[in-house]
């Protein structure tokens, strides 16, 4: 039994996935495809993932700690269970022959990089399942500058919205400490909501909720939202210009509007 999956576990899991890797064997989707993902819409990104067969990606009704962030950023994945006797003995004995300090939900933080977003499942449990008070959230700042996804409670919530660059999606607040749960694993296949989520995808957290993006198809989100928003800057445009009527700018586009629109592309985007 292993605390944190192997790396060959994860090459498996994540197999469409053929760049960069971390030691771990997670997929390192690269920091140019995140920073451009801080500009993609749930709805743009929704919209390339159900194109390729990903109809369980999503998942709103979240609390958010800080709702004026965009969060984005690569999975690291953990589960708890309710807590078992003996597994739980079983988990503390392993943490301690891996030379794991405090509390099982601090080991899942332990393994965290810059630009990860931490995704934990805890069956959406808040009373005595507060994943992460001010301490935690903290240390989970100065690690990844991005923040978590938490299918559980936290607490200290005055402490931790005071705190920059962090995006916490959870659900819901409660002042009392995690208890009675016992981490499961790091880095394995989750499920969160109605969502499965794998170590390695791309977190998207905007107003909406939460989408997780399959590391394989985050250039690809990337590159449809931009030309998508590019059409979008485009139409308005036209429209406050009354070059167009709405009724042929909203529908597929006929061949002298797209041409229009190459041109205006070739152009630099001229706003007159």
Known sequence: MFIENPPESIQQLTRLYQQDRFPNGRPRVPDHILERMQKVTTEQAW?????????????????????????????????????????????????????????????????????????????????????????LATSLRTRTRAGAVLHCGIRDFQGVRELEDLQIFCRGLDPSAIA????????????????TVLPGDVVLGTPTGVIFIPPHLAEEVVESAERVQLRDEFGKLRLQQKRYTPGEIDRKWPPEIEADFDAWLAAGKPRD
Not at 90 to 118: C, F, H, K, Y
Not at 184 to 192: L, T, Y
């Open 47 to 135: 919209s390339v993932l159900r194109r390729h067969g990903y109809h369980h990606q999503f998942e709103g009704g979240w609390f958010q700690t800080h709702p004026d962030k965009i969060l984005v950023g690569r999975a690291v994945t953990a589960m708890l269970l309710p807590q078992r006797p003996d597994l739980n003995d079983l988990v503390e004995e392993l943490g301690r022959a891996e030379g794991r300090i405090g509390g099982q939900n601090s080991w899942v933080i332990d393994t965290l990089e810059p630009g990860d977003v931490m995704v934990v499942d805890m069956w959406g449990k808040i009373k005595e399942g507060t994943f992460v008070g001010d301490n």
């Open 180 to 195: 009675n749960c016992t981490l499961a694993g790091i880095n394995i296949p989750i499920r969160i909501g109605e969502t």
